[in-house]
């Protein structure tokens, strides 16, 4: 086929003089995809990732996005009823359709060009898989369309790309400096994609996986502006890529944004119930302060202050009863009560095993189960905490970091158990943090290379008051922060605050 070396309706425009002026601005979110590679019985996007299905994370970027003023979903053959019904249960407001996706492709890229219509609009083509692209990246997209009628997304390859030949053996290696990894959103102006695919359908050799290829090949001169990817933007196609995601989510939610000033928090929190469990030192303690600080109305319970064991359910029932019986409403539950016991497994006896195990695993399940139905009212939230032991089991704390690890899986099950309910769940897992439970466990520590209780509290506050579901937040000690001091535990309070005890 002889290629025409004319450019784009859009850049012709621009050269007489005529300004780009789109209607909107359209994210066409592509979701075809079946999951084949990942071995799945569902389409990828549908999987969860950190509580959510991954294609509900990326609608999520470009529906906060003040760029983007509508979304259309391209998806799956046979699952654009569950797509309909994540969109609806998410309330996404700038979702407008919610479509089936082509056969190939190319037939991807037309129906969604039908779907936008024949105005001229800025359009954002988007992978479902990629969930982690950022605001940054959507921002750059439609502001280079101002000047470009074609922008794609890359990054610099880190690694050398070699050509090879039918046999496998290498015939060229290019330059390093001048290649790219190619991303997503690719970003056109309408009438740019418009006629390159126009122009495409005279080609009987025409097979699209990449938009700006087609732009690229039938309006060769069309300049397409390249912007800055990130490492962070990946596309979940792969088993590894499944747990690299939920890793990357993880780290994100340790900037669970901070409120700027006080006045925001108590917007956020006054009137609001939390019941903290293990409530009267550490974590707990200062946790429980700052909630009060912004109005909400804090009900803590332990078994050195209250009499309340966690491990007991009707002590669990009795508490959040006498919650809900003062305030009408339980928003918030914080499950911060635990023990450490340290010694070899085989020569720990039966009692402080069990002691162990009910405190610190079957605390949390029940303070779940009894929480759930007042969470249900509010769609709130339960907070749990890990410790950094859970990823790795240490000798002389296997029951602890085994208790520690189930945590996280409890965590993460029931984030998406109740995301039909709208309550959310995740767990706090701090570094080594001075509370009096560290200090009893291994006694006096340079100040310097501890995390203040005040600091983990903060956090905790930041999360419950989120959006997030199914995250575990890595809560680290800032250089310089200064650290509190710690109280001496008192007798028989060894169930107050575990959490940030970083056995190593």
């Known amino acids: 086929m002889t290629q025409d070396h004319t450019t784009s309706p859009d850049v012709a425009a621009a050269a007489a003089g005529t300004p780009w002026r789109p209607s909107r601005t359209v994210a066409v979110v592509l979701a075809g995809g079946t999951g084949t590679r990942l071995g799945l019985g569902i389409p990828k996007q549908l999987l969860k990732i950190a509580g959510k299905p991954i294609i509900e994370h990326t609608l999520a970027v470009f529906e906060a996005a003040p760029e983007i003023d509508e979304i259309i979903v391209l998806m799956a053959a046979g699952h654009v009823a569950e797509a309909q019904q994540i969109v609806d249960k998410a309330g996404f407001r700038k979702v407008s359709k919610v479509i089936e996706g082509g056969d190939t492709r190319n037939a991807t890229t037309r129906v969604a060009l039908d779907a936008v219509g024949e105005d001229d609009v800025n359009i954002l083509f988007h992978d479902a898989v990629r969930p982690l692209v950022s605001a940054r990246i959507v921002r750059e997209c439609v502001n280079a369309l101002w000047t470009y009628s074609a922008v794609d997304v ?282 009096p439970m560290r200090t009893k466990a291994f006694g006096e520590e340079p100040e310097h290379t501890l995390l203040s209780a005040e600091a983990v509290a903060q956090a905790s506050l930041d999360v419950l008051i989120s959006e997030l579901t199914g995250q575990v937040i890595d809560v680290r000690r800032a250089p310089g922060e200064p650290v509190v001091a710690v109280p001496a535990q008192p007798t028989g309070g060894a169930d107050e605050l575990a959490s940030g005890v970083d056995a190593g």
């Open 154 to 435: 890359a990054i610099p390859s880190a690694d050398t790309i070699i050509q090879v030949d039918e046999e496998d053996c290498i015939v060229d290696i290019p330059v390093r400096s001048t290649l790219r990894r190619g991303q997503t959103p690719q970003a056109f102006r309408s009438g740019t994609i418009r006629e390159a695919y126009r122009r495409a359908e005279g080609d009987p050799n025409f097979a699209a996986t990449d938009d700006c290829g087609v732009v690229l090949r039938y309006l060769p001169g069309t300049p397409i502006k390249v912007i800055d990817g990130s490492d962070e933007n990946i596309k979940v196609t792969h088993p590894v890529d499944v747990h690299l995601a939920d890793k990357l989510f993880q780290l994100a939610a340790a900037q669970a944004p901070r409120l700027s000033d006080h006045r925001s928090y108590t917007e956020e929190l006054a009137g609001r119930t939390v019941v903290i469990f293990g409530g009267s030192y550490g974590i707990g303690h200062d946790l429980a302060e700052l909630a009060r600080r912004y109005g909400a109305q804090v009900f803590p319970f332990s078994r050195s202050s209250t009499g309340t064991h966690v491990e007991r359910a009707q002590d669990v029932e009795a508490a959040l009863k006498t919650a809900f019986e003062a305030t009408g409403r339980i928003d918030y539950v914080v499950v911060t009560a635990g023990i450490l016991e340290k010694g070899a497994l085989a020569e720990m006896d039966q009692d402080t095993m069990d002691r162990v195990l009910q405190v610190n695993f079957v605390g949390p399940i029940i303070a779940a189960r009894q929480s759930l139905p007042y969470l249900q009212q509010t769609k709130g939230q339960l907070l749990l905490y890990t410790s950094s032991s859970y990823t790795r089991g240490r000798a002389q704390y296997a029951l602890y970091s085994a208790t520690k690890a189930a945590l996280v899986n409890l965590t993460q099950a029931l984030a998406d158990e109740w995301a039909e309910f709208g309550v959310r769940v995740n767990c706090i897992n701090p570094e080594r943090t001075a509370t």
